[in-house]
């Protein structure tokens, strides 16, 4: 395949766009007349070269205005100087035009094919059969489909919102799993959508007392799974991130359906296979599509009767079994993921969390990683499950920073007791608590002495507070 590059000057926003004779001699074969299609209008310009007036060559008749609706796509009206026009020679007379903007990884890619000597040229041709390298995103160090787990307050949420800063940006989006989560929110489905009603002239309709009028029509809504993945389609050169927060607390056989399927990925990181679509999902696909370039379009087939995913969408997820209403995941779903173990003490990275403490008693405090560590022992004592212990940031970085020791110590009260009086350590209190016959006893006593109230194994050194409401 040839490309063509053009780089944009001042002077082509207000003129005909120049080329030069070996551009045109072979690149277009000395043709004066021929038709150039926008990858992603999808407009077939007429366009002409121009030599009148013994000038340089230089495109007219409908150049321009094509060039223009392909800056649209960036959500740009009119040329914008160093900007990178690409056509696309695919076989005889068959051209395809594109704009590169300067703030795309492809422009990157094609800047380098401009330089010459000091000064940067504005003419470049490119033979390749790799041309789709550079339209393809950039892969990331890191697994299409992660699940991190691990015990409350590892901070399997917090590494996973950092990741996903660092290698997506602002191209993810997030959605909470929970039991009555199915497939017609997570992918799509037909559902009721209100219709403002309009005149004859396309004003809003309204009634006598000027309010607007709507009816009930039906219409197919994306979920954010397809939302997500059409942007990653729509943007190749650009990565994208589906984040599912607490995936088990669905039913996610259900919840993915056919999608399912898609989650085998080849060695590019594209779907091994595609899954059919539905009739109402291809109309959608259809107006959702249009005007899109054929590189996309052919994915989803003639028809769009067809979807899968690209190597630029990826999905990550959180899970804790430990918690009580949670749903297993079946083998065949767990083996298309890459699972990742959050460690009980994996958060604790640095002194700043170490200084951490709330009130042990009057007049006392005691260091919270100290409490916890020692907690989780007594509990892997009762032969209570790793992933039911309390992780560093069981309580909140945002708790552990209150000024107020009291209310940061009422507040570690009910967390913590709450969590291992009716769940954790249901069926053996009296191992881990002193006096465990009812929970306002319990309450009372972590009241008087936290030390007192546990059976802890290991020494907890206590420190006077020096100032109530200001000792952190």
Same mark, same amino acid.
């Given at each position: 395949?040839?490309?063509?590059?053009?780089?944009?000057?001042?002077?082509?926003?207000?003129?005909?766009?120049?080329?030069?004779?070996?551009?045109?001699?072979?690149?277009?074969?000395?043709? %004066?007349?021929?038709?150039?299609?926008?990858?992603?209008?999808?407009?077939?310009?007429?366009?002409?070269?121009?030599?009148?007036?013994?000038?340089?060559?230089?495109?007219?008749?409908?150049?321009?205005?094509?060039? @223009?609706?392909?800056?649209?796509?960036?959500? %740009?009206?009119?040329?914008?100087? =160093?900007?990178?026009?690409?056509?696309? $020679?695919? +076989?005889? &007379?068959?051209?395809?035009?594109?704009?590169?903007?300067?703030?795309?990884?492809?422009?990157?890619?094609?800047?380098?094919?401009?330089?010459?000597?000091?000064?940067?040229? @504005?003419?470049?041709?490119?033979?390749?059969?790799?041309?789709?390298?550079?339209?393809?995103? %950039?892969?990331?160090?890191?697994?299409?489909?992660?699940?991190?787990?691990? +015990?409350?307050?590892?901070?399997?949420?917090? !590494? !996973?919102?950092?990741?996903?800063?660092?290698?997506?940006?602002?191209?993810?989006?997030?959605?909470?799993?929970?039991?009555?989560?199915?497939?017609?929110?997570?992918?799509?489905?037909?559902?009721?959508?209100?219709?403002?009603?309009?005149?004859?002239? =396309?004003?809003?309709?309204?009634?006598?007392?000027?309010?607007?009028?709507?009816?009930?029509?039906?219409?197919?809504?994306?979920?954010?799974?397809?939302?997500?993945?059409?942007?990653?389609?729509?943007?190749?050169?650009?990565?994208?991130?589906?984040?599912?927060?607490?995936?088990?607390?669905?039913? /996610?056989?259900?919840?993915?359906?056919?999608?399912?399927?898609?989650?085998?990925?080849?060695?590019?990181?594209?779907?091994?296979?595609?899954?059919?679509?539905?009739?109402?999902?291809?109309?959608?696909?259809?107006?959702?599509?249009?005007?899109?370039?054929?590189?996309?379009?052919?994915?989803?087939?003639?028809?769009?009767?067809?979807?899968?995913?690209?190597?630029?969408?990826?999905?990550?997820?959180?899970?804790?079994?430990?918690?009580?209403?949670?749903?297993?995941?079946?083998?065949?779903?767990?083996?298309?993921?890459?699972?990742?173990?959050?460690?009980?003490?994996?958060?604790?990275?640095?002194?700043?969390?170490?200084?951490?403490?709330?009130?042990? @008693?009057?007049?006392?405090?005691?260091?919270?990683?100290?409490?916890?560590? +020692?907690?989780?022992?007594? !509990?892997?004592?009762?032969?209570?499950?790793?992933? $039911?212990?309390?992780?560093?940031?069981?309580?909140?970085?945002?708790?552990?920073?209150?000024?107020?020791?009291?209310?940061?110590?009422?507040?570690?009260?009910?967390?913590?007791?709450?969590? !291992?009086?009716? &769940? /954790? /350590?249901?069926?053996?209190?009296?191992?881990?608590?002193?006096?465990?016959?009812?929970?306002?006893?319990?309450?009372?006593?972590?009241?008087?002495?936290?030390?007192?109230?546990?059976?802890?194994? @290991?020494?907890?050194?206590?420190?006077?507070?020096? +100032?109530?409401?200001?000792?952190?």
């Amino acid at each position: 395949m040839n490309i063509y590059l053009r780089r944009m000057f001042k002077h082509d926003q207000t003129s005909e766009i120049s080329v030069i004779s070996n551009v045109c001699n072979n690149f277009f074969n000395n043709k %004066k007349e021929f038709y150039i299609k926008g990858k992603y209008s999808g407009y077939k310009a007429e366009v002409e070269i121009n030599t009148k007036n013994g000038r340089d060559p230089r495109f007219g008749k409908e150049f321009k205005q094509l060039v @223009r609706l392909e800056y649209e796509r960036h959500g %740009k009206k009119d040329i914008e100087i =160093g900007d990178i026009i690409v056509i696309y $020679k695919k +076989a005889k &007379d068959d051209y395809l035009l594109e704009v590169i903007i300067k703030d795309s990884r492809e422009y990157e890619v094609l800047n380098t094919f401009f330089i010459d000597g000091k000064q940067p040229d @504005r003419h470049a041709l490119i033979v390749t059969d790799e041309i789709d390298q550079l339209h393809d995103s %950039k892969p990331i160090s890191k697994p299409h489909q992660r699940i991190f787990f691990g +015990a409350p307050g590892t901070g399997k949420s917090y !590494l !996973l919102n950092k990741e996903a800063g660092e290698y997506f940006g602002d191209n993810y989006e997030r959605v909470t799993f929970h039991p009555n989560y199915f497939y017609s929110h997570f992918v799509g489905s037909y559902k009721p959508f209100p219709k403002i009603l309009k005149l004859e002239d =396309g004003s809003i309709k309204k009634d006598e007392d000027g309010n607007i009028q709507e009816s009930i029509t039906y219409k197919y809504i994306e979920g954010i799974l397809l939302r997500v993945l059409l942007k990653a389609f729509k943007n190749p050169s650009k990565n994208y991130l589906l984040i599912i927060e607490e995936i088990n607390r669905a039913d /996610v056989a259900a919840v993915f359906g056919d999608m399912f399927q898609l989650l085998d990925r080849n060695e590019k990181g594209c779907s091994e296979y595609s899954v059919a679509t539905s009739k109402e999902m291809q109309e959608f696909l259809k107006l959702e599509l249009d005007g899109c370039s054929d590189d996309i379009k052919i994915q989803f087939g003639d028809e769009y009767e067809k979807i899968s995913f690209p190597n630029n969408f990826y999905i990550w997820a959180t899970m804790n079994s430990a918690d009580q209403g949670v749903m297993p995941l079946d083998t065949a779903f767990k083996r298309r993921w890459n699972f990742e173990y959050m460690d009980i003490n994996s958060s604790v990275n640095d002194e700043k969390f170490k200084e951490y403490c709330f009130k042990s @008693r009057d007049g006392y405090k005691i260091r919270w990683d100290d409490f916890r560590t +020692a907690l989780n022992e007594k !509990l892997l004592e009762s032969e209570i499950p790793e992933d $039911k212990l309390l992780g560093p940031y069981f309580v909140s970085k945002s708790v552990l920073d209150m000024k107020d020791i009291n209310e940061r110590t009422k507040i570690i009260k009910d967390k913590v007791l709450m969590y !291992l009086y009716e &769940d /954790v /350590v249901k069926t053996c209190r009296d191992d881990v608590f002193s006096e465990s016959k009812s929970y306002s006893i319990v309450c009372n006593k972590f009241n008087e002495s936290v030390l007192e109230l546990f059976k802890l194994n @290991r020494k907890i050194t206590e420190e006077p507070i020096k +100032a109530d409401n200001e000792d952190n």
